[in-house]
């Protein structure tokens, strides 16, 4: 897994009244569990774009006054109506303990019902993982080649060395549907 690192600073007033004034400087209040204590700090909105703004996942290293944090982001939250970044959680990343992350799906190959005139459909681009940060990918990969016209692949059908999926069992990840000219096709060609 990718690593990324971002800059903070230890917050020492905590409360509406700092934080708002923390926001309109452009910097976020973000927050650390899974430690010993909490760890309170600030980052600059700048700092997120690289992480949020894209579909990969990061082992965040937060740098909070020199003490370098490994963690994953586990939530953010926004303004309602401005784009603005209200808030942010990271976890903890243990050695020992797993962490659960939603990982981005990626599909290889062309899948047979897409060759007979079906159309892909992508359900689910990210399946969330449980799993110790080592072995966390960059990507889940389904070959998807011998996926035939009306056919899907569930969660149920996938496996992965070391993680545990956690969506679902009969949740569709991906879907050859049929189409109008697919059927239309089918139709003919019993008829003729």
Same mark, same amino acid.
């Given at each position: 897994?990718?690593?990324?690192?971002?800059?903070? *600073?230890?917050?020492?007033?905590?409360?509406?009244?700092?934080?708002?004034?923390?926001?309109? +400087?452009? /910097?976020?209040?973000? %927050?650390?569990?899974?430690?010993? /204590?909490?760890?309170?700090?600030?980052?600059?909105?700048?700092?997120?774009?690289?992480?949020?703004? *894209?579909?990969?996942?990061?082992?965040?290293?937060?740098?909070?006054?020199?003490?370098?944090?490994? *963690?994953?982001?586990?939530? *953010? +939250?926004?303004?309602?109506?401005?784009? +603005?970044?209200?808030?942010?959680?990271?976890?903890?990343?243990?050695?020992?303990?797993? !962490?659960?992350?939603?990982?981005?799906?990626?599909?290889?190959?062309?899948?047979?019902? !897409?060759?007979?005139?079906?159309?892909?459909?992508?359900?689910?681009?990210?399946?969330? @993982?449980?799993?110790?940060?080592?072995?966390?990918?960059?990507?889940?990969?389904?070959?998807?080649?011998?996926?035939?016209?009306?056919?899907?692949? +569930?969660?149920?059908?996938?496996?992965?060395?070391?993680?545990?999926?956690?969506?679902?069992?009969?949740? @569709? !990840? %991906?879907?050859?549907?049929?189409?109008?000219? #697919?059927?239309? #096709?089918?139709?003919?060609?019993?008829?003729?």
């Amino acid at each position: 897994m990718q690593t990324i690192e971002i800059k903070g *600073t230890v917050r020492t007033e905590l409360g509406k009244k700092s934080t708002k004034g923390l926001r309109a +400087q452009g /910097q976020v209040p973000c %927050v650390i569990y899974g430690g010993e /204590q909490n760890v309170h700090f600030t980052a600059s909105e700048a700092e997120f774009r690289k992480i949020i703004y *894209t579909p990969n996942v990061y082992i965040i290293n937060v740098n909070v006054d020199g003490t370098v944090y490994p *963690t994953i982001l586990q939530d *953010t +939250q926004f303004h309602p109506v401005k784009e +603005q970044m209200l808030h942010a959680d990271f976890l903890l990343v243990k050695e020992d303990k797993p !962490v659960v992350i939603e990982i981005p799906v990626k599909l290889e190959g062309l899948a047979e019902g !897409v060759k007979a005139g079906g159309k892909l459909q992508l359900e689910k681009r990210k399946l969330k @993982v449980k799993a110790l940060a080592k072995h966390l990918p960059d990507t889940l990969n389904i070959n998807i080649e011998s996926l035939g016209l009306g056919k899907t692949i +569930q969660v149920g059908h996938l496996a992965y060395d070391n993680l545990e999926l956690l969506n679902a069992k009969n949740a @569709v !990840v %991906v879907a050859v549907r049929l189409t109008r000219a #697919a059927r239309a #096709a089918a139709q003919q060609a019993s008829q003729g």
